[in-house]
């Protein structure tokens, strides 16, 4: 029996993976699913390093961050919710730090974005720097070191009081320590661990707040040991310490230090649904049907979503829609080098359109709309491709591009 048959029918998603950069002309694909365009290359100059991610304002507007070669981190911004954007512009980076990997975002509890990044050169490798809007939507406070000696990306989640908190492995002992605010949007408490079992891979956490207020970290086990979570007793409170939730039968985990490995979103019913690449290229999933309840047996959505030619793999991404709940995610897929998606509805992977490189950020509009991003062949450039109505995969606005630093 497979995962499909195991899911509430309204639930919807995939996963997505990194293909080799191939130069291909424009191309206009049509299958059912609207009028999907291939992203033509451009002429070679900044280009952009990361998965992007994206985030919405406290008024709505999204806003998308990557990392581009010149280390810096970049921005750019709906001017109106669902508009226009206001074009790429830089945040920079601190003297002698290099910005690489996909910045973890989150909103303060009034409003004010913030973004995590992790320095990938000398003097200060593998610190976790933040910057913050000063006001929602307004200016940047500049960039702030959070400390260093880190194996990956933070991840980030909010507490049930507003109170950010990151997570991230350290280099020392393969544990998961966490740093959190002392109150909403202030100072921040110092770096504790939260243990390790002793059998992590080496690999990016996920943070997710439960439907209860309670925060929820997952870190991924070494060769076919599964997945491990950590739960707050209580919301904002102590830890229960780490448990096994298992893995996809004889598979293991694929993992990765310098973006999002693991997936997390809610389910309809208030439960937490896990995504990830196994190391079979076939998308696994887990899920529950409460806040911190008994976990399903895993299941595949099958698919063909690591690239054994090349070693690369990129990461499940979760895009939820606001007026329904449900869970989209989208995939790169190996056969055609196309963007796809599975749902429920049509138990069969269907197409986005190709020649993407990877690194998919999913934002949600203010009117439910969702709105994917991916990086274009060139690297580059940055694509955008909207649903034309809110909660319908049927009908997307085609690909067009987001322009380059």
Known sequence: MTMLRRFPKRLRFAIPILIAVIAVPMLVVTNGFGRFSTPRAKAAGTLFVSTPSAIRNADRRLELFAAGTDHALWHNFQTSPGGSWSGWGSLGAPAGVAFTTQPAVALNSDGRIQVFETSTRNPNPNDIWTN??????????????????????????????????????????????????????????????????????????????????????????AGSTGMWQDLQTSPGGAWSGWSAIGGPPAVGIMTGTTESDIAVGFIPDGGLLINVTGSDGQDWSIFNNSSGGAWSAWGSWGGSLRNFTNGATDFPVFGLTTSNGWVDTFAHYVADDALR?????????????????????????????????????????????????????????????????
């Open 341 to 405: 998606f599975i749902s429920s509805p049509w138990p069969t992977w269907a197409s986005l359109g190709g020649g993407l490189i990877g690194g998919i950020a999913v934002g949600t509009n203010a009117d439910g709309r969702l709105q994917v991003f991916v990086v274009g062949l060139d690297g580059q450039t940055i694509f955008q491709n909207t649903e034309t109505i809110a909660n319908n995969l049927n009908s997307w606005s085609g690909f067009s591009s987001l322009g380059a630093p």
């Open 132 to 221: 913050a809007q000063v006001t929602p939507g307004g200016g940047w406070s500049g960039w702030a070191s959070l400390g260093g000696g880190w194996l990956t990306i933070p991840a980030v989640a909010n507490n049930a009081d507003g109170r950010l908190e990151i997570f991230a492995q350290s280099s020392n002992d393969l544990a998961v320590w966490h740093n959190f605010q002392l109150s909403p949007g202030g100072s921040w408490s110092g770096w504790s661990s939260l243990g390790t079992t002793g059998q992590f891979a080496i690999g990016t956490a996920a943070a997710f707040r439960n439907s209860d207020g309670r925060v929820e970290v997952f870190e991924a086990g």
